[in-house]
């Protein structure tokens, strides 16, 4: 019995959409002389607002620096 071809496909008007998706990452960073950084990182595709960070109370020697918390806008994909 002969195979039959696959049928051809149609051609695209134009790309398709990425679906909008959410995605935080975090990472401790070491920046020399036993200190660290945390790094957050959004590597989706719509922004994501009012990014805040909460340090749990038995973390201790922790110090938060940053301009401003919550962080209004983290843009996709970005880092701050």
């Known amino acids: 019995m002969a195979a039959r071809p696959l049928p051809r496909g149609s051609r695209l008007q134009s790309p398709p ?10 990472d401790l960073q070491e920046t020399g002389r036993g200190g660290y950084r945390l790094v957050i990182t959004n590597t989706g595709t719509v922004d994501v607002h009012d990014v805040d960070v ?6 201790q020697m922790f110090r938060l620096h940053a301009d401003s918390l919550p962080v209004a806008v983290l843009p996709g994909p970005v880092s701050a």
């Open 17 to 26: 959409s990425l679906k909008p998706t959410t995605r935080l990452s975090a």
């Open 54 to 59: 909460t340090v749990p109370p038995e973390v």
